[in-house]
């Protein structure tokens, strides 16, 4: 039986036991992620990190709630009053929604009734993750514009320009996955991933995916939207109060939200680890759902791990790395993966299996020294010009040796 | 005998609900975006009829068609259509002069001919052909039916219209882009534009604003070593807006006695 | 390094320095490979011992010389050092010290010599803790402590008067107003000949 018809015969209290659960768990993973990154980028800073409240400072994000919560509510007077107030409610609605397709466990027993811990399971269910999050992106926009003020409007513009570049790479990093799968609903391709994951078999589009679910958050290191050194807060500059809360739940929420969706559509989804399949019976079937969190979490660790590590990236290069790399090179991977694909469906001989791996192989190789030949060129124009002296006084650079000295 | 979509066998009832509630929304939504006076309120509200629409095509075992309609309407085009109107800054100053001679009848021509278009296409669909039934159509999934109808035998219409709008793309930005007949002044090269000037009084960039000890604000000028306030100090946004405080309240007295 | 200051031409009139030893700055971008070590600096360290200090829990001493809040100083038999002068406010550069000097009657005196300073104010929202009213003070009467605890409530607790900094009275002090130490002037305290009070200043104070 397939999920979608074990969802269909949820009764009433089911569904609704479900969804709230489901609110539930986001919302509480949020907060505990936001400790989480707090505790974690702090020890890759030889910090401590929040242990004030709580064991472990483990309230810490629940107090920081609160005092949001009681914080004076502004709205600024050059603001649009109706849209200021809508755009956090939008950015939040949205990305606790793409939680609806995600199956979080196999088969369950849920109180007396067999059925799995997904909400919907659409045959179109992954377009409806992206569907969503481009919805989502209304509320960063609108909070951008509304706040009638420079710094929000250029985060605003800045971030959704981000998440539409970023969102092409991630549709095309998909495509192969649905090629594989046969099917673009998430619990038939959880279910096509018992052998291989996808995440080793389209190895590229799992890479492709997992940059632009950073770029799609608002990530460091593109967080450019709300870079502090150059647009104060970016979008949410002028929030204050529960509508910052909203602001800052949602990019939370985002974040587990990708990675759910990188678990589910590379990594096998709530399947244990291979060779650990009996573990899916355990606690009839429950234990899928610590798979499920161990994976969503792994992914937690790496956003956490870039943000500790890289520092930002410049505006520019951002976007000239979505268009110029990731899309083309998806593009090229949709190419022969599907290629690869209808040949092994047609049953093609395996010496021409080989022989058009080889040829691309050639091809990239052939196209790589070529691009690299013509870096290495412009460097070397690039070194001509800035090794030019000005001719006007300057003050020295320190501890360096010049190689050509004026006069 | 006519047979309607609707004919065909009952609306379920959460179906029914659904579109009552959503309808008349709908509906408001798209008489509210004629009359709002903010374009960019006028464009939230077409989104939200886009929202709506997709709901309804959901309600309808549409799946693919409304998740698509998500997407690209209220996801891309409409988001493109925001990023204009807040860039470009429409406000209600819109001007209602014709710049094209006869644009009002161009116009309204072309209305009443799009109109009669979809009247006629819409009816072509719906008369005299007979309802095939949604589990015929959607007998190998939603997205595989339409897919087969895309790609073999609307497959010339298809890519027609999607040569038509990169042609449409390309276009704009060739309109849109200009040339630039030099390179622009980056801050490296301002900064041998500064020191190049011959006296290098002005290398090191104006002087920040703020009287020591007396007042921090950037509304008010520094004080020169001389005892004299130097009006470069302060922004000339604040100058312009007039939001600076008088300069010559902060001379020191003797020197402002000598001045008298 | 030998050549840290040298010019890098003879424009200014100067020697050319010998600069063959100096590193050659690579502006080229490291490999891939390299950038990706810096994943492993991050990892590395989160399993190392963490730098923080639990602050209020564990004090740690600050540098001996820190500059902390500030004190004004005794002399052994208990005068005030300050003669309110008013230097340490004309050296202050925040503007943050408020001094007003005021004469000694003889026998009923708060520092030797001619002037005290009777009110003696520094305000901790302008002070930079930069110690130049302490090289100003010809009197080492103000002096930096090591306190650095000086959070408020309000601004108006973060002015301190002159009973907030002055020093403690030890034992053997005797709490001005008094005389000066019988057959003594003020050279005599400055030199440092007067290193305890006499019983007619007053009732010393005890341990």
């Known amino acids: 039986m397939s999920n979608a018809e074990i969802i269909g015969q949820d009764p009433g209290w089911v569904i609704a036991l479900k969804g709230v659960l489901i609110f539930a768990v986001c919302v509480f993973l949020t907060i505990m992620s936001v400790w989480g990154e707090r505790r974690l980028v702090a020890r890759m800073q030889q910090r401590s990190g929040p242990n004030r409240v709580g064991k472990f400072g483990l309230l810490q994000a629940l107090v920081d709630g609160v005092k949001l919560a009681l914080k004076e509510d502004l709205i600024p007077k050059s603001a649009d009053r109706i849209v200021f107030v809508i755009a956090p409610i939008i950015s939040t609605t949205a990305c606790f929604m793409a939680f609806a397709v995600i199956p979080l466990t196999g088969p369950v027993n849920f109180f007396g009734h067999e059925t799995v811990m997904q909400m919907t399971d659409l045959s179109v269910g992954v377009l409806y993750v992206l569907a969503i999050a481009s919805v989502g992106v209304y509320g960063i926009v609108l909070a951008g514009w509304s ?19 970023y969102e092409i790479a991630m549709g095309l990093s998909l495509v192969a996955v649905f090629i594989y799968a046969g099917s673009m609903s998430t619990s038939e391709i959880v279910a096509a991933q018992d052998q291989w994951w996808y995440a080793v078999i389209l190895f590229p589009s799992f890479v492709i995916y997992a940059i632009s679910m950073v770029g799609e958050t608002n990530r460091a290191p593109f967080d450019l939207a709300e870079a502090e050194g150059e647009l104060v807060g970016g979008f949410h500059t002028e929030y204050s ?167 | 005998m006519i047979n309607f979509a609707l004919d065909i066998g009952t609306t379920a009832a959460p179906e029914s609900y659904l579109f009552y509630v959503l309808a008349p929304l709908s509906v408001l939504a798209a008489m509210g975006m004629l009359l709002v006076k903010k374009a960019v309120h006028s464009a939230l509200l077409l989104a939200w009829v886009m929202v709506t629409l997709a709901i309804f095509y959901i309600a309808q075992e549409a799946l693919f068609l409304g998740i698509v309609q998500i997407v690209v309407y209220t996801g891309a085009v409409m988001m493109l259509f925001l990023f204009i109107l807040m860039l470009v800054g429409v406000d209600t100053s819109d001007s209602l002069v014709e710049t094209i001679k006869g644009l009002r009848a161009i116009s309204i021509v072309a209305a009443v001919g799009f109109g009669g278009l979809l009247v006629t296409l819409i009816s072509r669909a719906t008369f005299g052909r007979d309802v095939v039934g949604l589990s015929e159509v959607n007998e190998q999934g939603n997205a595989l039916g339409i897919a087969e109808l895309l790609f073999t035998r ?63 604000a950037v509304d008010v000028p520094a004080l020169l070593p001389t005892g004299n306030p130097a009006p470069t100090s302060i922004s000339a946004v604040l100058e312009a807006r007039g939001d600076m405080i008088e300069s010559t309240n902060f001379q020191l007295k003797e020197e402002a006695e000598e001045d008298k | 390094m030998d050549n840290e200051l040298t010019p890098r031409s003879d424009e200014f009139g100067l020697a050319k320095a010998d600069q063959s030893k100096a590193p050659i700055t690579n502006h080229e971008s490291a490999s891939f490979g390299k950038q990706l070590l810096g994943f492993w600096v991050t990892f590395k360290t989160m399993f190392k011992k963490v730098n923080t200090v639990q602050y209020p829990e564990v004090k740690e001493p600050t540098a001996p010389r820190f500059h902390g809040r500030h004190q004004l100083n005794r002399h052994p038999d208990g005068l005030e050092k300050c003669i309110g002068c008013e230097l340490c406010a004309w050296a202050c550069p925040a503007d943050a010290i408020y001094v007003e000097g005021a004469d000694n009657k003889e026998g009923e005196r708060f520092s030797p010599g001619e002037r005290y300073g009777k009110v003696y104010q520094i305000n901790y929202l302008r002070c930079i803790f930069c110690g130049l009213c302490i090289e100003a003070c010809p009197t080492r009467a103000l002096t930096m402590t090591n306190e650095y605890e000086l959070a408020d409530s309000s601004r108006g607790k973060l002015i301190f008067e002159k009973d907030d900094l002055l020093g403690p009275l030890r034992a053997g002090m005797v709490p001005p107003p008094h005389p000066m130490y019988p057959n003594t002037d003020d050279s005599n305290y400055y030199k440092g000949e007067v290193t305890t009070s006499h019983p007619s200043q007053g009732i010393a104070k005890n341990d």
């Open chain 1, 147 to 165: 706040s009638g003020s420079t710094y929000p409007l250029l985060g605003g513009l800045r971030s959704s320009a981000q998440v539409i570049s």
């Open chain 1, 241 to 407: 109060s529960l509508k910052f809360a909203l602001f800052f739940l949602s990019e939370y929420v985002n974040i587990i939200a990708v990675s759910a969706l990188a678990t589910t559509l590379f990594l096998g989804g709530y399947r244990a680890l291979p060779g650990l399949g009996f573990t899916e019976q355990w606690l009839g079937g429950w234990f899928t759902l610590v798979w499920f969190f161990i994976k969503v979490l792994g992914f937690f660790f790496v956003f956490v791990w870039l943000r500790g590590t890289l520092p930002r990236l410049r505006y520019d290069q951002f976007m000239k790395f979505g268009w110029k790399v990731l899309i083309p090179f998806s593009l090229a991977w949709i190419l022969v993966v599907s290629t690869l694909r209808v040949m092994s469906q047609k049953e093609a001989p395996p010496a021409l299996i080989a022989t058009f791996i080889f040829s691309i192989a050639l091809i990239y190789v052939a196209v790589a020294t070529l691009l690299d030949r013509r870096k290495v060129a412009k460097e070397k124009v690039a070194r001509n010009i800035n090794s030019l002296e000005p001719d006007f006084p300057v003050p020295a650079i320190p501890n360096t040796r010049v190689e050509q000295i004026n006069g």
């Open chain 2, 154 to 216: 609307y497959v010339f219409a298809f890519e027609v219209i999607s040569a038509l709008l990169i042609t449409a793309a390309v276009g704009a930005m060739v309109l849109a882009h200009s040339q630039k007949t030099r390179s622009q002044f980056a801050q490296r090269d301002l900064s041998i534009a500064r020191f190049r000037k011959g006296e290098l009084k002005d290398a090191a960039g104006l002087p920040s604003s703020g009287v020591y000890a007396l007042h921090n």
